[in-house]
């Protein structure tokens, strides 16, 4: 049986979504469906943004969330590796924990140091480690939701501009815009007051959510037609 414990890393939880979905979505998925999985799903969360639905947003960002796991495991890009490399306990841009672009008004990109002994262990730590860069009492919710949005469309557009020439550089950068995309969707669950870690536990306590199988037997159409 596979299933996500509470206190599980960013690695054990992509090799889950792997050991459960990877045989459907090599089947049914290219990496464009996948995406389009992943968007529907997140705006279906931004909708229980814009509704004060709190359990609307929290349901379909996890499933948001298992899509990217998927589409990075066929891109073999290992998440937890990438976010560190990004945001090594620091913000990508100003360089500085808690951030602050918007004080100094930081205009160039700053090169970040990696200090390897701050590295996070697990999932929650990682969300932790976001909540102290990116303070959520210093926006809204509203903010951190368009802020996710923006991020799936730099990502998006990364995997655009790689499916032209597969050129390596290219590559990199999918892997640069993942890593801020997980930091969006790490920025939307802080500003909520949720644990990923915590919920992905209780909606993977048994294989798949859905059919309760590992490898996953739900048919193709049960998988698009899926709502929450
Ligand atoms: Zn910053
Ligand atoms: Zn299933």
């Known amino acids: 049986m596979a299933f996500v414990k509470p206190n599980t890393t960013i690695n054990e939880y992509q090799n889950f979504v792997e050991e459960v979905y990877g045989l ?9 469906d996948m995406i389009t999985n992943m968007e529907r799903f997140t ?7 814009r509704k004060g639905n709190k359990e609307k947003t929290k349901i379909n960002l996890l499933l948001s969330i298992s899509w990217f796991a998927s589409m990075m495991n066929q891109l073999h890009i290992n998440i937890e590796d990438e976010v560190w ?5 620091l913000c990508s841009y100003c360089g500085l924990c808690p951030c602050s672009c918007k004080k100094e008004k930081i ?6 140091i990696i200090n390897e002994n701050k590295r ?3 999932l929650k730590d990682f969300q ?4 102290e860069i990116y303070l959520p009492q210093t926006r809204t919710i509203e903010h951190a939701g368009v802020h996710l949005a923006e ?6 557009e990364a995997i655009l501009t790689y499916r032209g020439q597969h050129k390596d550089e290219d590559f990199k950068k999918v892997a640069l815009e993942a890593a801020d995309l997980f930091s969006c969707f790490m920025g939307v669950f802080n500003s909520l007051g949720i644990s990923i870690a915590k919920e992905l536990s209780i909606m993977f306590s048994h294989n798949c959510h859905v059919c309760k199988n590992a490898p ?10 899926f709502e929450s």
């Open 216 to 225: 996953c037997t739900c048919s193709f159409i049960d998988i698009t037609r």
């Open 85 to 89: 490399k990004r945001f090594p306990y």
């Open 120 to 122: 996070p262990k697990t």
């Open 43 to 49: 705006m279906r969360g931004l909708k229980g943004i």
């Open 128 to 131: 932790n480690m976001f909540c």
């Open 24 to 32: 459907s979505n090599d089947r049914y998925f290219s990496l464009w």
């Open 151 to 156: 991020e799936i469309g730099e990502f998006s």
């Open 107 to 112: 205009k160039k990109r700053q090169k970040v």
